[in-house]
C-alpha cells in the first residue's frame, strides 16, 4: 500500500501528464488545418503568388515558423501593401487565410535635379505588376541637357518560377565633357553631343527566389559631336560608332521588407565587355555592388552601400565611371569627375516621425557619401587624387505612400565637405539606394 506521500507525487505526476497533453492538443488543433487561402488578390494572379509560397495547398499540421515564411514571402513581392494571416472558422473545418492588400501598380515617374547650375527633369509612367505577375513596364522622358527616353519590359519569373527576360530600348542624348590624357590626339577638352541608341536583352535564371544569373547582349550605335567654342577655328569632331556588347552577371537579394523598412543585404556583380566595329576595338567593365540594410529600434532605418568598378584602362575622351548626383554622390552636380575605376561608400541613417499603416510615412534622415576616381593610366596609388575624390554630406525627407509600389518621394541637399562650391538639391522618386 503506498503511503500518503507518494500517493501525493503520482497524483502531481499524472496530473500534470493531463495538462501537458490537453495543452499539445490544443495547439496541434490550432493547426490543423483544412484548406489555405490568400484573400484580397485582384489585379495578381494567384498560381505567381503560389510559386513562391510553403503553406499554399497544405493541409493539416502547418508549423508556425513556416506560416510567418510565407508572410515575408509576400511582403518581399513588394506588391502588396499589407500582409497579415489569420485563422477563419468553415464547414469544412479551420482555415489558414493570408490576408493582402495590393498596391495601386502604376506609378508615375518624376525626378529632378537642382544643384549648382544643373537641371535635371524625369518624367515618365511605369506598372510593376502589368499582367498579374510581377511584370515591369517602363517608359520615360529624361532632360538632361538634352532629351532622351527609354522604354523597358521585364519579368524575372516570366515563364516560371526561374526563367525570365527582359527587354530594353533606350536613346541617351547627353552633353558630355570630355577626358583629355597624355598624348592624347585630341587636346581641346570641349563638351560632345552624344547620342546613344540601344537595344538590348537579357536572360533571367533564378535557381531560388531572388537568387538570380542574367545573361544578355546590346546593339548600340553612337554618336559623338564636338561643341566648339565661340570665334574657334577649327573643324568640329564629328563620328559615329556601332557596338555590339554582352553582359553576365548574378544577385543574391536577402532584403526582408515590412512598410517602408528593410533589413538584410544584396550582393550583385556583373562583367560586360563591348566590341567596336570599325575602328577594331575591345572594352570590357566589372562592377560589384554590396548593399546592407538593418531596422534600428523599431522607427529607424540604417543603410549602406559599398561599390568599385573597374575597366580597360587605357586612353579614352569617355571613361566608364562618373561622379554624378544620380550615381554616387548626392549634391555634387553633372558628371563632374570621369575615370575608368571606382570606389564609393554610401551611408544613410532614417528616422520615421509619422507612421500611418494604411497610408505611409514620413522619415527624416543624414547620409555620407564618398567616392573616388581612378583616372586613365592610373593605379591603386592614384586614387583619392583631390580633384577626383568628393565627401559629401547632408539631410533630406522621404514621404512614403504604401499603395503605390516604390511610391517614395525623395529630396536630399548635400555639400561637398572637401570642396562647398559642389552643393545642391537632389529630388525623385524611390531611394537613392
Keep these: 500500500m503506498l503511503s500518503p506521500r507518494k500517493s501525493h507525487y503520482i497524483d502531481f505526476i499524472f496530473f500534470t501528464f493531463l495538462f501537458i497533453a490537453f495543452s499539445c ?21 494567384l498560381g505567381f503568388c503560389a510559386d513562391f509560397l510553403e503553406c499554399l495547398g ?48 502604376w506609378l ?12 535635371r527633369f524625369t518624367l515618365g509612367m511605369l506598372n510593376y505588376n502589368l499582367d498579374g505577375r510581377g511584370t515591369f513596364l517602363k517608359s520615360a ?23 525570365g527576360m527582359q527587354f530594353d530600348l533606350t536613346r541617351l542624348a547627353t552633353l558630355e565633357p570630355t577626358q583629355t590624357y597624355e598624348n592624347s590626339a585630341y587636346t581641346r577638352e570641349n563638351d560632345f553631343n552624344v547620342t546613344k541608341w540601344n537595344v538590348g536583352n537579357l536572360v533571367f535564371f533564378s535557381p531560388k527566389f531572388r537568387q538570380t544569373f542574367f545573361a544578355g ?19 568640329a569632331v564629328d563620328f559615329m560608332a556601332v557596338k555590339a556588347l554582352a553582359k553576365i552577371g548574378f544577385q543574391l537579394n536577402n532584403i526582408d521588407y515590412y512598410y517602408h523598412w528593410r533589413s538584410g543585404w544584396m550582393a550583385t556583380s556583373i562583367f560586360e565587355t563591348v566590341y567596336t566595329f570599325d575602328p577594331s576595338d575591345w572594352f570590357w567593365k ?11 529600434g523599431g522607427k529607424h532605418n540604417f543603410s549602406s552601400r559599398f561599390f568599385v568598378g573597374t575597366s580597360t584602362n587605357q586612353p579614352m575622351p569617355f571613361p566608364a565611371f562618373v561622379h554624378d548626383n544620380y550615381v554616387n554622390l548626392r549634391g555634387v552636380g553633372n558628371r563632374v569627375g570621369r575615370g575608368i575605376g571606382e570606389l564609393t561608400c554610401n ?7 509619422l507612421f500611418k499603416k494604411h497610408l505611409g510615412a ?59 562650391s559642389y552643393n545642391g538639391f537632389v529630388i525623385g522618386l524611390s531611394h537613392f539606394f
Design 25 to 45: 492538443h490544443n495547439v496541434l488543433a490550432q493547426n490543423n488545418i483544412s484548406s489555405v487561402e490568400i484573400k484580397g488578390l485582384k489585379k495578381t494572379n
Design 58 to 105: 497544405e493541409t493539416g499540421n502547418i508549423p508556425e515558423d513556416a506560416i510567418q515564411r510565407d508572410v515575408q514571402q509576400l511582403w518581399n513581392l513588394g506588391l502588396f501593401a499589407d500582409v497579415n494571416y489569420e485563422y477563419v472558422d468553415s464547414d469544412e473545418g479551420k482555415k489558414l487565410v493570408f490576408n493582402v492588400k495590393e498596391k495601386f501598380y
Design 108 to 119: 508615375p515617374i518624376l525626378g529632378a535635379d537642382f544643384s549648382n547650375d544643373n537641371f
Design 217 to 235: 547582349g546590346n546593339y548600340l550605335n553612337e554618336r559623338y559631336q564636338e561643341i566648339l567654342k565661340p570665334n574657334e577655328n577649327a573643324e
Design 347 to 353: 551611408f544613410e541613417w532614417q528616422s520615421t516621425v
Design 362 to 420: 514620413i522619415e527624416l534622415g543624414v547620409f555620407t557619401d564618398a567616392s573616388t576616381l581612378m583616372p586613365i593610366g592610373g593605379g591603386l596609388d592614384d586614387l583619392f587624387q583631390e580633384d577626383l575624390t568628393h565627401l559629401t554630406m547632408g539631410g533630406g525627407l522621404r514621404i512614403h505612400a504604401f499603395k503605390f509600389y516604390h511610391g517614395v518621394l525623395r529630396i536630399d541637399y548635400g555639400v561637398d565637405v572637401l570642396n562647398p
Design 286 to 296: 566589372w562592377i560589384g555592388d554590396m548593399r546592407f540594410y538593418k531596422r534600428v
Design 141 to 163: 522622358w529624361h532632360f538632361y541637357d538634352r532629351h532622351s527616353f527609354e522604354i523597358t519590359l521585364a519579368n524575372p519569373y516570366w515563364f516560371s518560377d526561374r526563367w
